[in-house]
């Protein structure tokens, strides 16, 4: 059965042996594995005996990075397992020790936090290292303390290095069966992230079906007139423009002029703004849903960092609003009204309920608004891609007729919308504030060169 890593409660009053601290006098896997103790090992070992280590060392490190070199999901338990009985197999022993001791209350609540702590590292540092916080603030066990704050730094300077030192560990201490749950999580995740991506796609490609066949020459020609000589004209154009675009590099641009060169004059001068109204109008029609998902996006970049405690209330609620629309751009939600199944179908009970609990008075937390405007703009990427697909299509097809595609889209290409950048005006010269700059770095600044 797959682990969910969002389960709760975790009970931290429950007395659990830290996997992280069992195994920091060990292998250092999560820190890089860059060195064995050397001087250790010197002391204790002949000469031979530490070259034998140290090859079996280098050994080691090549396999584990060749390892977590693969893609999460296509990792296996069989494959990993070698690589830690191969660096120490008494180490090795000893984490499986540990899981062995454990009571079943005990040995769950491990099980569940590991895992959380590894997804979230995986999919959101930073509520991974909020997760690791409260658990370090609530636990009472020094040494627990200590290995759940060797795993918190670690996440801070590298987080891929703290989730592949969370999943060795995770599955040297809890084996097999932990191991492929957390495996099982990964690909429902992966499933869910493609499938918007795959729906739009398909809906993009079937859009362009659509058009082909409602401005095919031998309809759309006679909807404005065109002789049966212009008609056949533009059908070997288009012929010539799908041709071109199954091509590359010097032969595509050959063959996109040669098809261009061919629709000159198949739609008369007088003619031409009329068909490229119509062209624009389909444009705008079959991305409407891309248009309103941009502009959710932009208006949640807007609010997604409120400087003030006053600013919270309205920031967040706007955030989580437009992040419903992106979500389900047909939803009738109004402002200031609770969300229901019935007036935003397309959006899941969680988003729901966040947001009705801030109509209410609830917050969110820093880590939560930087995590729905991650999710947000990973919506706004699969609308673009979709949004790609259709002005592909319908400047193919609009090139066939020898039309200007720039009377017919708004820009030469989609801009994505932007953060506002704060600033300053000092001395009629305007300072944007660096997005490395903390609030008290930009207050100390505006202070030192006493900006309005």
């Known amino acids: 059965m797959a682990i969910n890593p969002l389960q709760q409660p975790i009970n931290y009053a429950v007395d659990v042996q830290s996997p992280f601290q069992a195994a920091l006098g060990g292998i250092k896997i999560g820190a890089g594995l860059e060195e064995l103790d050397v001087a250790r090992q010197k002391r204790a070992m002949e000469m031979q005996q530490l070259q034998v280590a140290q090859a079996q060392q280098a050994q080691f490190k090549s396999g584990l990075n060749s390892f977590f070199a693969k893609p999460p999901e296509q990792r296996t338990f069989e494959e990993l397992q070698p690589l830690l009985i191969g660096a120490n197999k008494q180490q090795f022993d000893a984490l499986k020790l540990v899981g062995e001791q454990m009571g079943a209350e005990r040995l769950g609540s491990a099980k569940r936090f590991t895992s959380q702590v590894l997804l979230a590292l995986e999919a959101n540092p930073a509520t991974a290292q909020t997760m690791l916080e409260e658990r370090i603030a609530a636990e009472t066990d020094p040494n627990q303390k200590r290995g759940f704050q060797t795993i918190l730094d670690i996440s801070k300077e590298n987080p891929a290095k703290a989730a592949q030192f969370a999943e060795s560990l995770g599955a040297g201490v809890f084996g097999k069966e932990w191991y492929e749950g957390v495996t099982t999580v990964r690909n429902e995740r992966r499933t869910a992230a493609e499938a918007p991506v795959k729906l739009r796609e398909a809906t993009a490609k079937a859009i362009y079906e659509e058009q082909k066949a409602k401005f095919a020459p031998q309809k759309f020609g006679l909807e404005i007139n065109l002789t049966e000589s212009q008609i056949k004209q533009a059908e070997a154009a288009m012929r010539a423009s799908d041709a071109a675009a199954k091509k590359s590099g010097a032969d595509a641009e050959r063959a996109e002029a040669e098809a261009k060169q061919m629709a000159m004059g198949v739609i008369p001068v007088d003619k031409r703004p009329e068909a490229e109204a119509r062209f624009r109008q389909e444009y705008s029609n079959q991305t409407k849903g891309y248009q309103d998902t941009k502009a959710a996006y932009g208006k949640i970049l807007s609010v997604s960092d409120p400087k003030t405690p006053d600013e919270e209330a309205p920031a967040d609620l706007s955030l989580i ?40 008075g609830a917050r969110l937390n820093p880590t939560q608004r930087k995590a729905f405007r991650g ?52 001395a009629g010269q305007t300072f944007n504030r660096p997005a490395n700059f903390t609030d008290a770095q930009w207050s100390a600044y505006k202070q030192s060169v006493e900006a309005k």
Not at 334 to 350: H, K, L, S, W, Y
């Open 321 to 360: 609003f437009n992040f419903m629309k992106m979500q389900d751009p047909g939803s009738t939600v109004n402002t200031g009204e609770f969300a229901n199944a019935q007036n935003a179908a397309g959006v899941p009970d969680r988003i729901r309920n966040i947001y009705n609990n801030l109509l209410t």
């Open 375 to 426: 999710q947000a703009e990973n919506l706004f990427k699969a609308a673009g891609q979709q949004e790609t697909i259709v002005r592909q299509g319908i400047g193919r097809i609009a090139t066939g007729y020898g039309l200007n595609t720039n009377n017919i889209f708004y820009t030469a290409t989609e801009v994505a919308p932007v953060a506002p950048v704060e600033s300053v005006n000092v």
